[in-house]
């Protein structure tokens, strides 16, 4: 009985919003006597208020309703007036649940707190999914159909029936007969039906819908549990491959982040010979460049805050680029042919850079904000896309390419090959070795500098930034091959993928290690890497 009853009050309610102008504004002074009928012949008077407010269509109505299934609404014995009762500097005050207006202190004997049963509480859940599920923008209905996929509550199967079989979008439309077979599931409805609601919810095809279908699986005999099942063990082999493709994404988007760490730190230690333990904090000069720069927008020109990271990337470029020349000219330039000298060199510059960076800008991190088009995110059947990571897989891709067409077909890259392939012939046939080596470097930092400004986007900027990505940028290089450009794409993407593969069964750390050691092995057997360099100097 008490199922037919709230079933009744939903359709009620629902028929009522049908009758009414869909999500129609309605005035304070309309609502204001409908408010107050809530207060006014006891229950039966307040179910009937409340499908009278529902059926107004007034998005305003909501905050009502929650504060009546709370227990907030308060009736005032002086007027009738309902009204929300709250502590204000220690006495309680009387507002207008529609305005929000302070009416004036009460007593504690002035008002009369609004009861609510079940079957108002019925009555309040049908109105709030009615008015959800009737607003003008789709995605609020969609969110509304999501919530109660997950409730699955059958006292709510009139009001999406209703819903659904007014609703014009298709997308909004397929969520509410999701929503609406869940329901029926849990329902007393026919094995039919149930076995109908399955085919429905099984095309969800997502975990929701998999859990749903397991409870029904365990709960229910006969036929519809063998349809459950069934449905069950189908959603369970889809979502694997969904996995595994969500993983193998998970590995490009982190391949691309290596790939542009190493890309830099490929050209110059494949050129000059270098291991620059520095080159990590070009990546962090370059976040941090991306940081003043929206610092500067945010006070000055807000306007172009989503322009900040295509300003930023030329700046960051520069600014790391001259940073990497200066060290090149001032300390490197006089340790050539002196490995552990230049790494214990460029080891003591990161540390001047990060002290230098938390003497500026502090030791906290910084916060750099996204930009419109790198916010949120979208779905590929069960595939979860960021387009944060979306883009910054396109920029990586970009970035190597543009290298790629810089070594091949100028001038300048004619010469850094020819430097890595052989310095002393290259020397001799005219090329300034020393300026091929500072540009070199130069370039190489640069990269990093705007490595770091897509690093701000989903990383903390901290003086700590580089170290992160150091030792994985030496590991891409190393197994991709010293110096090729191919090779630390190759490896990059590689290493990102196998350590999200790995992550699930062993741990991000000792994936990692086992990472190490599949690098070391690999070393001993193609100590050159993949993609080995050819030349006489190399060969030699």
């Known amino acids: 009985m008490s199922m037919f009853r709230t079933a009744l009050t939903t359709l009620l309610v629902m028929l009522a919003l049908v009758a009414a102008p869909v999500m129609a504004q309605t005035s304070t002074e309309t609502l204001r006597p409908l408010v107050d009928a809530l207060g006014q012949g006891g229950f039966d008077g307040a179910e009937k208020a409340i499908a009278a407010l529902a059926a107004t269509g007034d998005p305003a109505v909501l905050p009502i309703f929650e504060a009546l299934g709370a227990g907030s609404l308060n009736v005032r014995k002086a007027d009738k007036r309902v009204v929300l009762v709250r502590e204000e500097g220690g006495a309680d005050v009387a507002v207008d649940p529609l305005t929000g207006e302070v009416l004036g202190p009460v007593g504690r004997r002035d008002t009369d707190r609004l009861r609510v049963n079940n079957r108002l509480r019925s009555a309040i859940a049908a109105a709030v999914a009615g008015l959800s599920l009737r ?58 039906e149930k076995i109908a609601a ?21 709960g229910t005999p006969g036929p519809v549990q063998q349809a459950a099942t069934e449905a069950a063990a189908g959603i369970e082999s889809s979502l694997a491959v969904w996995g595994a493709a969500q993983n193998v994404w998970y590995g490009v988007s982190l391949g691309s982040v290596l790939l542009l760490a190493a890309i830099g730190l490929a050209i110059t230690f494949g050129v000059m010979g270098v291991i620059n333990m520095a080159h990590g904090e070009m990546v962090m000069i370059g976040a941090y460049t991306t940081f003043v720069v929206q610092e500067i927008i945010r006070t000055s020109f807000p306007g172009l805050f989503d322009w900040s990271l295509a300003i930023a990337l030329p700046l960051a470029f520069c600014v790391s680029g001259l940073v990497g020349i200066a060290i090149e000219r001032s300390v490197i330039r006089w340790l050539y042919g002196r490995p552990l000298e230049t790494l214990l060199a460029t080891w003591g510059i990161s540390l001047i850079l990060q002290q230098a960076v938390r003497t500026a800008f502090g030791p906290s991190n910084r916060e750099v904000g996204n930009p419109s088009w790198m916010s949120g995110s979208f779905e590929i059947g069960q595939l979860s896309i960021t387009y944060g990571r979306l883009w910054i897989v396109v920029f990586s891709l970009c970035v190597f390419a543009a290298l ?22 290259a020397s001799v046939m005219g090329i300034r070795t020393p300026w091929v080596d500072a540009m070199t470097f130069g370039l190489g930092s640069g990269i990093a500098g705007i490595a770091g400004v897509a690093l701000s986007q989903i990383d903390n900027v901290s003086p700590n930034l580089g170290q992160s990505y150091i030792i994985d940028s030496f590991m891409v290089v190393v197994f991709g091959g010293v110096g090729n450009l191919w090779g630390t794409l190759v490896g990059a993407l590689t290493l990102g993928v196998v350590n999200k593969f790995l992550e699930p069964y062993a741990g991000a750390v000792l994936g990692k290690i086992l990472v190490l050691v599949f690098i070391i092995l690999f070393i001993q057997k193609r100590p050159r890497g993949l993609f080995a360099l050819k030349g006489r100097a190399v060969e030699a």
């Open 198 to 218: 399955v085919g429905i919810v099984a095309a969800r095809g997502d975990r929701d819908a998999l859990s749903l279908l397991n409870s029904i699986a365990s």
């Open 404 to 425: 790629m067409l810089l070594m091949r077909y100028t001038p300048f890259g004619l010469q850094m090959r020819a430097v890595t392939q052989n310095r002393r012939m």
């Open 135 to 192: 607003a003008t923008d789709p995605q609020v209905r969609i969110t509304s159909a999501e919530s109660m996929f997950k409730a699955a509550d059958p006292a709510m199967m009139p009001a999406l029936a209703a819903a659904a079989a007014d609703e014009d979008n298709a997308a909004v439309r397929a969520r509410l007969e999701q929503a609406l077979a869940a329901s029926v599931l849990r329902s007393d409805a026919s094995d039919d």
